[in-house]
């Protein structure tokens, strides 16, 4: 299989949602959230198989490393166990900043993934997900 990642562009966000749509049961990006932040999208074999959404909450300082924060990451059914999360996060994690994400207390594959690549979990913050109602982990990169 030949992986390409590169920055998403308009053409791709009905993939984006059809992604979201079958890796989410409420899932609630729109096509508007894509384009607001950073947005990376892998290809695998010319289709595109999965993205990592982030952004930077803090741009550094002489006295503080700048922040980002990992918004969404998903990975189409088809293409999973493949290593394409592990690598659009390697991709990421390359800026020189401290990350964070928030993740469902329930989804024990995303924590394995970023536990894996280094994160570890620094807060919990309960009923902070609806639909179903649901306690997030935050996690930072140590
Ligand atoms: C979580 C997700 C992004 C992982 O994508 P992926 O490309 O399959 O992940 P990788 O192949 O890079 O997996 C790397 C490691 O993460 C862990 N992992 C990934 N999926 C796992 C699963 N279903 N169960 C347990 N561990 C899992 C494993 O340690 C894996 O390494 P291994 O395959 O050598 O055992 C994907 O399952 C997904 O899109 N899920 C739905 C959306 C979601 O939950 N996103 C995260 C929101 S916070």
Known sequence: MSLLLRPA??????ALLRIEAESFADPN????????????VAEA???IAGFLVS???????????????????AVAP???RNGIATLLLKHELQFDAVHFLEVRESNAAAQA????????AIARR??????????AIVMQLK
């Open 45 to 47: 074999d010319g289709q």
């Open 126 to 135: 309960p009923k902070y997900y609806e639909r179903p109602e649901e306690t």
């Open 78 to 80: 088809s293409f999973r």
């Open 55 to 73: 952004r930077q909450t803090f741009s550094g300082n002489g006295e503080g490393l700048a922040e980002r924060e990992i918004l969404n990451v």
């Open 29 to 40: 990006w729109r096509a508007e959230d894509f384009s607001r932040y950073d947005t990376m």
């Open 9 to 14: 562009t308009p053409h791709d966000l009905p």
């Open 113 to 120: 993934l970023y536990r894996k690549l280094g994160f570890v």
